[in-house]
């Protein structure tokens, strides 16, 4: 199988600062891919590329072997890129259901005036996915929270739902923000499952952004290193590990007095 | 009402409006008391209550851009005038008939009211809030300097409308017209909120990027919000132009676009039931001021000179009042005062 996605030379400029500097690496269709890194190094931005909330200021940024780097970030999620975001981006005073049909907005065609009758099509093709959805919420154990406002859960669940919501889509290629972040250990293991499902069972292709090294190194099939911007490692956890400028980066280096 | 043992067993039943046999009884009563109104009511109520059902048409098409898309709007007054004036000009220059001249008053206001929210897209709260201000005064400006098609400052004068023979010069007649389309409103809104559309509007008002990244077209959205609401003020606007019979520009003023804000400010943002609580409150505030002050006058007889500034002064107290005590506005009170009664007498 071929790279889904692959990143040429991508940098990215905020005034003098550089956020990305000449990184390219590839995503294999179906594989797990991480990307680590200390705080600041440049990984939320990253995928905000990808996603397309930041332009790049050079490079090249295809999936499937085709340009998006001047998409609009609607039309990407059109091709199948789907988001799960950092800090929880939900729509707090929707329920878990909308939050999730939301997901697939772009796969429903019902307009201002079918959806305003609410007769034949629409209320047909609101069925059709709610169908859809439904599995979603079967397959992140949802259920009893379907119709509660998404504002008034706790922490972790809201970090399940914003997985779900971007899962609804059906995507090729799933980008998880820090899924993990800020969970205990139990909550961890469970999320780890369910990527290890989507990869395994929904044949998606996963990038995971994570600070917890153990669960990356046991997940993915490669892994790519930022710091300061700068991709300082790529290849598969073994070779990460031996990597002398990721250990660098990540424990520092060894002086002698 | 039962609210336990209700199970679902299909999406199709999950999704109806009147879910059991209860809703749809009350929602039969409630509609069977609306058009009951006029048997029991004088004219000059059934009157009042007409330009309740309006002015909800307004405040529900306001709703649908303020309160479920977040694009605070000040230029409603001026949108009303669109749609006023659209009508006036098709019945009275051009003689066509009032019903194809409603449906035309509601697409050209929809159109002009879309144009004006192409800036929608790179301005944000207050900001857009000071651009659509520009949007009231310029169409005031354009109403009141072309003569030749509006009147000038004189206006127009209009006709009430007939179905074949019959005639519905009567606050009656005139009362069912407006509650029916008042009806198709709610319907249409009330749909169009569960429905995709609705999910991309709520999205944009809440949080912009997510939405971008859901796959909604953030421009196209708000340019459409703008739209659907600007077609109810204009549908509004006709019928309060065929009700008071007249058009001229100081009937749509900036005051007009205030009012409509304190309506959904005061019956609750984004929500259908409470544009309509909030259009009766703010319509029927001052008839209910001024019969406080007939009471009063027994004994204070100058209080009759003060009732201008009387009005005014209250009107703003009771936006202030609301926006710190009860920011969810009127159908929110409607919802605790229901939650209340639900566990009667056991609240605990």
Redesign the interface.
């Known amino acids: 199988m071929g790279p889904i996605l692959e990143i040429e030379n991508v940098s990215l400029q905020f005034g003098g600062v550089k956020a990305l500097d000449n990184v390219s690496y590839h995503i294999e269709k179906g594989e797990i891919f991480s990307l680590i890194g200390p705080n600041g190094a440049g990984k939320t931005s990253m995928l905000n590329c990808i996603?397309?909330?930041y332009q790049p200021t050079g490079g090249s940024i295809r999936y499937k072997g085709q340009e998006i780097i001047n998409m609009?970030?609607?039309?990407r999620?059109?091709l199948g890129i789907?988001?799960a975001?950092q800090n929880i981006?939900?729509?707090?005073?929707?329920s878990v259901l909308?939050n999730l049909?939301?997901?697939r907005?772009?796969l429903?065609?019902?307009?201002?005036l079918?959806?305003?009758?609410?007769i034949g099509k629409?209320?047909n093709?609101?069925?059709e996915h709610?169908?859809k959805v439904e599995e979603v919420i079967e397959f992140l154990e949802l259920q009893d929270i379907r119709h509660t406002p998404v504002g008034t859960l706790p922490y972790g669940l809201q970090k399940r739902v914003e997985v779900g919501?971007a899962l609804a889509?059906g995507p090729e290629l799933i980008l998880l923000d820090e899924p993990m972040a800020g969970m205990n250990s139990t909550e961890k293991d469970l999320m780890a499952r369910f990527i290890l499902d989507m990869h395994e069972v929904m044949e998606i292709t996963v990038v995971l952004i994570e600070h917890d090294l153990g669960i990356v190194m046991n997940l993915s099939d490669h892994i790519a290193v930022l710091d300061f911007g700068k991709r300082i490692g790529f290849g598969t956890p073994e070779e990460i590990q031996k990597n002398p400028d990721v250990i660098k980066a990540y424990i520092g280096e060894e002086t002698f007095i | 009402m039962r609210e336990c043992g209700n199970y679902k067993t299909t999406?199709?039943d999950d999704?109806k409006l009147f879910g059991t046999t209860g809703a749809k009884i009350k929602a039969i009563i409630i509609i069977l008391t609306i058009l009951a109104l006029p048997l029991f009511a004088s004219s000059y109520w059934v009157g009042l209550l007409t330009l309740c059902a309006i002015a909800s048409v307004g405040a529900i098409g306001l709703n649908i851009l303020t309160g479920l898309t977040g694009q605070i709007s000040i230029g409603v007054g001026a949108f009303l005038g669109v749609g006023g004036y659209t009508s006036a000009i098709l019945t009275s220059t051009a003689g066509i008939s009032f019903w194809v001249a409603l449906p035309i008053a509601g697409i050209v206001t929809a159109l002009i009211g879309g144009l004006f929210g192409i800036p929608s897209l790179r301005l944000k709260g207050l900001y857009l809030a000071i651009a659509t201000l520009a949007a009231q005064v310029i169409i005031l400006f354009v109403i009141s300097r072309w003569d030749g098609l509006t009147g000038g400052t004189a206006g127009m004068v209009l006709s009430r409308p007939t179905i074949g023979q019959f005639s519905l010069s009567s606050n009656t007649g005139y009362y069912y017209l407006c509650v029916i389309i008042l009806l198709l409103t709610v319907l249409?809104?009330t749909?169009?909120i569960?429905?995709?559309?609705?999910?991309?509007f709520?999205?944009v008002r809440?949080?912009d990027?997510?939405?971008?990244?859901?796959?909604?077209?953030?421009f196209k959205y708000k340019v459409?919000a703008f739209a659907?609401s600007s077609f109810f003020v204009g549908i509004a606007g006709a019928l309060l132009a065929h009700y008071t019979m007249i058009v001229s520009p100081e009937l749509y003023s900036f005051h007009v676009s205030i009012e409509y804000l304190a309506m959904i400010l005061i019956g609750g943002l984004g929500s259908i039931f409470g544009s309509i609580l909030g259009a009766v409150f703010i319509t029927l505030l001052p008839v209910g001021l001024s019969s406080l002050i007939d009471v009063m006058a027994g004994i204070m007889p100058d209080l009759y000179q003060l009732f201008s500034a009387f009005k005014d002064f209250v009107f703003g107290a009771v936006i202030i009042l609301f926006l710190i005590f009860e920011p969810g506005g009127l159908a929110h009170i409607w919802l605790n005062i229901k939650k209340y009664f639900r566990l009667w007498p056991f609240s605990y």
């Open positions: 996603s397309g909330l609009k970030p609607y039309n999620t059109t789907a988001r975001f981006a939900l729509f707090a005073h929707m909308d049909k939301l997901g907005h772009t429903m065609k019902s307009g201002a079918s959806g305003g009758l609410y629409s209320s093709e609101e069925i709610r169908k919501r889509l | 999406y199709r999704m249409y809104a749909n169009l569960r429905s995709r559309t609705g999910r991309a709520l999205a809440d949080r990027i997510a939405a971008q990244i859901m796959g909604i077209n953030l459409m659907i």
